[in-house]
Protein backbone atom coordinates (compact mmCIF):
# COMPACT_ATOMS: atom_id res chain seq x y z
CA UNK A 1 0.00 0.00 0.00
CA UNK A 2 1.20 3.80 -0.59
CA UNK A 3 1.52 5.83 2.41
CA UNK A 4 2.25 9.30 2.06
CA UNK A 5 3.52 12.28 4.60
CA UNK A 6 2.62 15.78 4.64
CA UNK A 7 4.93 18.19 5.68
CA UNK A 8 5.95 22.39 5.70
CA UNK A 9 2.79 24.04 6.73
CA UNK A 10 2.74 26.84 9.17
CA UNK A 11 1.99 30.64 10.06
CA UNK A 12 2.68 33.10 7.33
CA UNK A 13 1.56 36.94 6.60
CA UNK A 14 -0.19 37.51 2.90
CA UNK A 15 1.84 37.66 -0.11
CA UNK A 16 4.68 35.67 1.44
CA UNK A 17 5.51 31.53 0.29
CA UNK A 18 5.76 28.48 1.60
CA UNK A 19 6.27 24.97 0.68
CA UNK A 20 5.01 21.65 1.05
CA UNK A 21 6.36 18.58 0.89
CA UNK A 22 5.12 15.04 0.28
CA UNK A 23 6.99 11.82 1.20
CA UNK A 24 5.98 8.71 -0.63
CA UNK A 25 6.27 5.05 -0.55
CA UNK A 26 4.81 2.11 -1.39
CA UNK A 27 4.24 2.60 -5.19
CA UNK A 28 3.81 -0.65 -7.61
CA UNK A 29 3.29 1.37 -10.30
CA UNK A 30 5.91 3.97 -12.33
CA UNK A 31 1.92 5.36 -13.42
CA UNK A 32 0.98 6.94 -10.72
CA UNK A 33 -1.13 10.34 -10.02
CA UNK A 34 -0.28 12.88 -7.10
CA UNK A 35 -2.96 15.02 -5.46
CA UNK A 36 -2.90 17.97 -3.46
CA UNK A 37 -6.07 19.20 -1.51
CA UNK A 38 -7.27 21.31 1.10
CA UNK A 39 -9.73 21.93 3.70
CA UNK A 40 -11.03 24.79 5.61
CA UNK A 41 -12.76 24.23 9.02
CA UNK A 42 -16.79 23.49 8.45
CA UNK A 43 -15.51 23.42 4.23
CA UNK A 44 -15.19 20.13 2.08
CA UNK A 45 -11.86 19.23 0.40
CA UNK A 46 -11.04 20.73 -2.56
CA UNK A 47 -8.53 19.44 -4.78
CA UNK A 48 -5.69 22.68 -5.63
CA UNK A 49 -3.35 20.79 -8.00
CA UNK A 50 -2.23 17.41 -9.35
CA UNK A 51 0.53 15.98 -11.18
CA UNK A 52 0.41 12.46 -13.90
CA UNK A 53 3.80 10.72 -13.84
CA UNK A 54 3.12 9.26 -16.94
CA UNK A 55 2.46 12.01 -19.09
CA UNK A 56 4.39 14.68 -16.95
CA UNK A 57 1.48 16.55 -17.03
CA UNK A 58 -0.31 19.20 -13.76
CA UNK A 59 -3.28 20.46 -13.37
CA UNK A 60 -4.05 23.03 -10.98
CA UNK A 61 -7.26 24.54 -9.50
CA UNK A 62 -8.21 28.50 -11.14
CA UNK A 63 -7.55 29.37 -7.48
CA UNK A 64 -4.47 28.82 -6.99
CA UNK A 65 -3.18 28.73 -10.88
CA UNK A 66 -0.08 30.96 -11.21
CA UNK A 67 0.79 31.39 -7.71
CA UNK A 68 1.15 27.97 -6.72
CA UNK A 69 4.06 25.54 -8.71
CA UNK A 70 4.48 21.23 -8.41
CA UNK A 71 7.93 19.55 -8.39
CA UNK A 72 9.46 16.10 -7.38
CA UNK A 73 12.91 14.56 -6.39
CA UNK A 74 12.30 10.81 -7.38
CA UNK A 75 15.60 10.13 -6.07
CA UNK A 76 14.02 10.98 -2.30
CA UNK A 77 10.44 9.80 -3.40
CA UNK A 78 9.21 13.60 -2.24
CA UNK A 79 6.60 15.93 -4.18
CA UNK A 80 6.61 19.43 -3.54
CA UNK A 81 3.97 22.21 -3.86
CA UNK A 82 5.09 25.70 -4.01
CA UNK A 83 2.93 28.08 -2.76
CA UNK A 84 3.73 31.87 -3.37
CA UNK A 85 1.58 35.01 -2.84
CA UNK A 86 -0.62 33.21 0.05
CA UNK A 87 -4.23 35.03 0.54
CA UNK A 88 -5.85 34.33 3.97
CA UNK A 89 -8.31 32.63 1.92
CA UNK A 90 -5.61 30.12 1.07
CA UNK A 91 -5.67 29.05 5.10
CA UNK A 92 -6.48 25.62 4.86
CA UNK A 93 -5.10 22.24 6.26
CA UNK A 94 -3.59 20.74 2.99
CA UNK A 95 -3.39 17.16 1.81
CA UNK A 96 -1.20 14.86 -0.29
CA UNK A 97 -2.76 12.17 -2.15
CA UNK A 98 -2.01 9.25 -3.84
CA UNK A 99 -3.11 6.77 -6.89
CA UNK A 100 -1.23 3.98 -8.34
CA UNK A 101 -3.41 5.28 -12.15
CA UNK A 102 -2.12 6.51 -14.69
CA UNK A 103 -3.61 9.78 -16.22
CA UNK A 104 -6.54 10.17 -13.48
CA UNK A 105 -6.94 14.35 -12.81
CA UNK A 106 -6.97 14.03 -17.30
CA UNK A 107 -10.29 11.65 -16.82
CA UNK A 108 -12.28 12.85 -13.69
CA UNK A 109 -10.09 16.37 -12.43
CA UNK A 110 -8.73 16.67 -9.20
CA UNK A 111 -11.32 15.27 -7.32
CA UNK A 112 -11.21 13.81 -3.62
CA UNK A 113 -12.80 9.92 -4.24
CA UNK A 114 -10.11 9.33 -6.95
CA UNK A 115 -7.48 8.89 -4.68
CA UNK A 116 -7.15 6.55 -1.98
CA UNK A 117 -4.13 6.95 -0.22
CA UNK A 118 -3.78 10.07 1.66
CA UNK A 119 -1.24 12.06 4.18
CA UNK A 120 -2.10 13.13 7.47
CA UNK A 121 -2.36 16.99 6.57
CA UNK A 122 -0.29 20.17 7.09
CA UNK A 123 -2.00 22.87 8.53
CA UNK A 124 -1.39 26.46 6.61
CA UNK A 125 -2.60 29.89 8.08
CA UNK A 126 -2.07 32.98 5.96
CA UNK A 127 -2.52 36.31 8.15
CA UNK A 128 -4.13 39.69 6.82
Known amino acids: DVQLQAFGGGLVQAGGSLRLACTAS????????IGWFRQAPGKARLGVAC????????YFDSSVRGRFSISSDSTQNTAYLQMNNLKPEDTAVYYC?????????????????????WGQGTQVTVSS
Open 97 to 117: AARDQTNVCEVFGIQTGSFGS
Open 26 to 33: GFTSADYT
Open 51 to 58: FQRSDRTT
